[in-house]
């Protein structure tokens, strides 16, 4: 439970907070709990860095179903299944596949009030590398759209 100054642990602990950032753990899909041969951690499928299951070499899992520790965006969701598709290809043709590698640039603005998070993956450790707060952030997100969407359209 959480109050305007407290979050209550379950074993009857308290801890106060001036400011509050809370994520639910990741959970996979029922599809995964409903699969009794699937083994995984919470509904999250164990891979290679070539996207393949450790358990199935012919199930490649991508973005928040699998447990690659990376920044879970839809970002990174999407390399992975570019990559995931280059690697089934790969995989038919008799090819070696190639390897998930991490190095996205990572920008996560939440509202006009909020905050700008910028996470460089290069070390692959995920953690925060800059962050501010106010408007600034926004205005930095959208000049990065239009630019992004200019340069790339």
Same mark, same amino acid.
């Given at each position: 439970?959480?109050?305007?100054?407290?979050?209550?642990? !379950?074993? =009857?602990?308290?801890?106060?907070?001036?400011? $509050?950032? @809370?994520?639910?753990?990741?959970?996979? %899909?029922?599809?995964?709990?409903? !699969?009794? =041969?699937?083994?995984?951690?919470?509904?999250? $499928?164990? @891979?290679?860095?070539?996207?393949?299951? %450790?358990?199935?070499?012919?199930?490649?899992?991508?973005?928040?179903?699998?447990?690659?520790?990376?920044?879970?965006?839809?970002?990174?969701?999407?390399?992975?299944?570019?990559?995931?598709?280059?690697?089934?290809?790969?995989?038919?043709?008799?090819?070696?596949?190639?390897?998930?590698?991490?190095?996205?640039?990572?920008?996560?603005?939440?509202?006009?009030?909020?905050?700008?998070?910028?996470?460089?993956?290069?070390?692959?450790?995920?953690?925060?590398?800059?962050?501010?707060?106010?408007?600034?952030?926004?205005?930095?997100?959208?000049?990065?759209?239009?630019?992004?969407?200019?340069?790339?359209?």
């Amino acid at each position: 439970n959480i109050d305007q100054h407290n979050v209550y642990l !379950s074993n =009857n602990q308290s801890l106060p907070y001036t400011f $509050l950032f @809370v994520l639910p753990p990741y959970k996979g %899909k029922e599809c995964i709990f409903a !699969s009794p =041969n699937l083994k995984h951690k919470n509904g999250i $499928l164990p @891979v290679f860095d070539t996207l393949q299951s %450790k358990q199935w070499e012919n199930i490649y899992v991508v973005g928040d179903a699998n447990q690659i520790p990376t920044t879970k965006t839809g970002r990174a969701a999407d390399i992975q299944g570019k990559l995931a598709a280059k690697n089934i290809n790969k995989q038919l043709l008799g090819e070696p596949p190639e390897f998930f590698e991490d190095n996205t640039l990572y920008l996560m603005e939440i509202g006009k009030d909020g905050a700008l998070f910028v996470v460089h993956k290069e070390t692959n450790d995920g953690t925060i590398s800059w962050n501010i707060s106010g408007m600034l952030p926004h205005m930095l997100k959208r000049a990065y759209e239009k630019f992004y969407i200019r340069r790339f359209s």
